[in-house]
């Protein structure tokens, strides 16, 4: 779902980068900057910034330039929270930019479709979680990281597909030749999140920001 390479009219790039200019803007008044600074956390933001380049730099390319790849941002999200995803999902692109090469134009409009967009369907579909379901372990597990990292993907996926179809591409080819792939890539980004996420609570759930104790293990 990287549309770094892809040609884009200017209207649409122009149209990413109001989008995502403000939410950057947001996440960084909104990051727990001195907690952050005091606890081990900020290894586990270096690490998931690390991981993510490493991860979206497995890609395969199709047609003019669009790639598809695993997304890992449903795990970040989950283990910093979701302004400092942001933040650390814009610095993944640039570096993944100034590594592999690309349309430094269309970095606005790759942030909202492989970070924003799957960032909001994460906490979103956590937050329903917690508001809806019993206070469980496997709650968390199952629906907040597996369920919400399978919907944050295809949301992520269908949004750049769209945008590919609309700007780009016929749109024949992109539904019919490209879109079958997400399918599989979902519930591998999925199955992804799931095991890092209930290793990184098992083992080091002070790693996790949105994971309480209290709440999944004692049930308060």
């Not at 570096?95 to 979103?124: F, K, Q, R, Y």
């Not at 917690?130 to 399978?150: D, H, I, K, M, R």
């Amino acid at each position: 779902m990287d549309l770094v390479a892809v040609a884009l009219p200017r209207a649409w790039i122009i149209a990413g980068w109001m989008c995502v200019l403000p939410t950057l803007a947001w996440a960084a008044r909104a990051a727990p900057w001195p907690r952050f600074a005091e606890s081990g956390q900020v290894h586990v933001w270096f690490g998931g910034m690390f991981c993510l380049v490493a991860l979206w730099s497995l890609q395969a390319t199709v047609g003019a330039g669009f790639t598809f790849h695993l997304l890992g941002v449903a795990a970040f999200a989950l283990m910093v929270g979701a302004p400092l995803a942001l933040l650390g999902v814009a610095l993944a692109v640039a570096v993944l930019l100034a590594v592999h090469g690309g349309d430094w134009g269309n970095a606005g409009i790759a942030l909202m479709t492989m970070g924003v967009l799957p960032v909001a369907v994460t906490m979103g579909v956590l937050r329903l979680a917690e508001q809806f379901l019993p206070p469980n372990f496997f709650v968390y597990v199952f629906v907040g990281t597996f369920f919400g990292a399978w919907l944050a993907y295809g949301a992520a996926a269908l949004a750049a597909l769209t945008i590919l179809a609309l700007a780009a591409e016929p749109g024949t080819r992109v539904f019919g030749e490209y879109a079958p792939y997400f399918l599989y890539l979902g519930f591998g980004d999925a199955t992804l999140t799931g095991m890092v996420l209930t290793l990184a609570v098992v083992y080091r759930p002070h790693w996790v920001s949105t994971f309480d104790d209290r709440r999944y293990l004692d049930g308060r």
